[in-house]
């Protein structure tokens, strides 16, 4: 098998794990509590980080991270995984898989507009439209498609999903100056955020161990959300000629994800969220082609 095959390959198995991620949230928050969800799968997740680097022969990176960088991840590790995915579970907690998964897939939208004051890039007429298409998408999958009354079926689970996105396109903003090892980076990332919601889990909530569907669950979401799928991912990326012939597999994920919500969870997808989701992944489609296209006319 050729190189660009196998990046398929490695891509499409990278979207199938994160197809699943959004069923196996609202499985895990049947057993567990939103803040301990967090803390095994994250905990989970730094486990297999960290055997990664040690499997990889790259451990010995960590003990070679200036004070900088260190302070750094500490920041970082606030935003992904302990702010990020509490507001992302909680999110979960609150609406249909449905409603919460192509709602949080808007981060790409949030990361156009924060890239203005803090890329200080600037954003043309293509872009604003693309933007509105999917804030329509928005407003069509978090009304579920009642527009005449633009009422959120839960505001505050709306509120949260999309605050996900905006956290997390902040995180890959402030994550791009960091050019250590991306392996490396994310597993110290992580340790702090375990750190963090585990003082959290200490201070708030009740101190029991967890059923086995519960870790098992978490287990899994720390293992094909957090971890081994981003190193798979990563393996995508390097083996083909461009980023941008297995990016577009990205694309594939929320549509995915819903046949496994509607077989698993039993959810009847509404058509309302088809329509949504469409026009989200619609306008990041046609906004990030626009960006392919300049940045190709620039470099001839």
């Given at each position: ?141 978090s009304s579920r498609g009642e527009l005449a009354g633009l ?150």
């Amino acid at each position: 098998m050729g190189n660009q095959k196998k990046a398929y390959a490695c891509g499409m198995a990278a979207v199938l794990f994160w197809s699943t991620v959004a069923t196996a949230f609202k499985v895990a928050l049947r057993h567990l509590t939103v803040i301990e969800l967090v803390l095994w799968s994250s905990l989970t997740s730094t486990i297999a980080l960290f055997i990664s680097l040690l499997v990889s022969g790259r451990v010995s990176l960590l003990w070679r991270q200036s004070r900088v960088d260190l302070l750094r991840s500490a920041g970082l590790g606030a935003l992904n995984p302990f702010l990020y995915y509490l507001v992302l579970f909680a999110a979960y907690s609150r609406l249909p898989a449905q409603q919460a998964q192509p709602l949080n897939y808007t981060w790409p939208i949030f990361l156009t507009l924060l890239s203005l004051p803090l890329l200080r890039q600037q954003i043309g007429g293509r872009s604003i439209l693309a933007v509105l298409i999917s804030f329509a998408g928005v407003l069509v999958i978090s009304s579920r498609g009642e527009l005449a009354g633009l009422r959120p079926s839960d505001p505050a689970g709306v509120l949260l999903a999309l605050s996900s996105g905006v956290i997390w396109a902040f995180y890959w903003i402030l994550n791009l100056r960091d050019r250590r090892d991306p392996v490396l980076k994310l597993t110290v990332n992580f340790f702090w955020g375990s750190v963090y919601i585990l003082v959290a889990f200490l201070l708030h909530s009740p101190h029991r161990f967890p059923t086995p569907i519960g870790l098992a669950a978490a287990a899994y979401i720390g293992l094909f959300e957090m971890g081994i799928t981003f190193l798979v991912w990563l393996e995508a990326l390097r083996r083909s000629r461009t980023t941008a012939q297995v990016g577009i597999l990205v694309y594939l994920t929320p549509f995915v994800s819903l046949v496994f919500i509607s077989l698993v969870l039993e959810e009847p997808i509404l058509p309302s969220t088809l329509v949504g989701l469409l026009l989200i992944v619609g306008g990041i489609v046609w906004q990030q082609s626009g960006e392919l296209r300049a940045r190709r006319s620039a470099d001839r």
